[in-house]
């Protein structure tokens, strides 16, 4: 049996599965899963719906994982296309979710049907790892179902995460990491008074300004082998104050520091708490990490993979760790896993969209990767 990338893609396109929802996406691929052999398993956690679905019990153990969640639309008004109409206009599948990342699952189901059409005498295993919690807070999805997965006899030789990794053409980029995300909350207290009486007052903004300056002032590293240098952005700077004749009570800022394998979350928040004492101002700190680095370092899987790209592309990818995070930081504590999927040139936005050409491409990719890995070539 095998199967057509659009007709799939546009199926869960239009399936509105907006985090934490999944409104039949899931259901949708476990039929379509199920047709070609794969055993299901719906494994909800909370509120959130989760796939695992596996063909074969035994030999190497390849796992494709992705989500069938996606962010909020917008205002629909702005769409050209209805986003969960999943409209072809010249080549292109609008929606939302086309690129990041139901394409790719649609892509990875259509690649496995032609896969085991042609496989001789396949004797391994291959599995999705699917979540509708990936946009979301990221703790009832793809960690809960490792966890299963561990549990019950399902932990993969190696995985493949879907996401849109390629900046302008097919074949650019596999993500062999992702850099940590680090947040932080700093607050500076002061006296609130008249601005003619600042001898009355004490004034948090100066220091606030100085930790600031500090702060983005200081070079982290220079990073690393595989990834950029750590950088901190300040993202808010607020001090509730109306009036424009009162020194204000407080003052805080927020800001957010991605960091490269040169640190882990402790390492970097003692580091932020040093440079702030050096200013010499009480301040309260509150940190938070979205996620540790991490790393799958080159070796077989990640050059099968390279291998499968540059075969169907003509290109040689780059490994990289740029972007935002994604699950496989939860899945390198399982196996060694990569990503590879379309361009990431509108995910998230309105008019998200992928070209059909593009979907067809990493669909042969995916089935290149299959007879690499299980060595049918």
Known sequence: MSYDVLSLSQGLIRCASVTPEDAGAQVFLAERLA?????????PYGEVPNLFARYGSGGKHLCFAGHTDVVPTGPENLWTYPPFGAAVHNGILYGRGASDM???????????????????????????????????????GTVRVLEWMAQNGHVPDVALVGEPTNPDEMGQEIKIGRRGSLSGLLRVEGKQGHVAYPHLAHNPLPPLIRML???????????????????LEVTSIDVGNKAGNVIPAAGSAAFNIRFNDRWTSETLGAKVREILDKVGHDYTLELSCGAESFITRPGDWSHTVLRAVQDITGRKAEYTTNGGTSDARFIVNYCPVVEFGVLNKTIHQIDEHAAVSDLETLTRVYERMLMLYFEQV
């Open 102 to 140: 139901k394409g790719a699952v649609a892509a990875f189901a259509a690649a496995s049907a032609s896969f085991l059409e042609r496989a001789r005498n396949f004797e391994g295993s291959i599995s999705l790892l699917i979540t509708g919690d990936e946009e979301g807070p990221a703790e009832d």
């Open 213 to 231: 300056d500090a702060l983005s002032d200081y070079v982290f590293d220079k990073g690393s082998a595989y990834f950029p240098s750590t950088n």
């Open 35 to 43: 047709a070609l052999g794969f055993s299901c398993h719906h494994l």
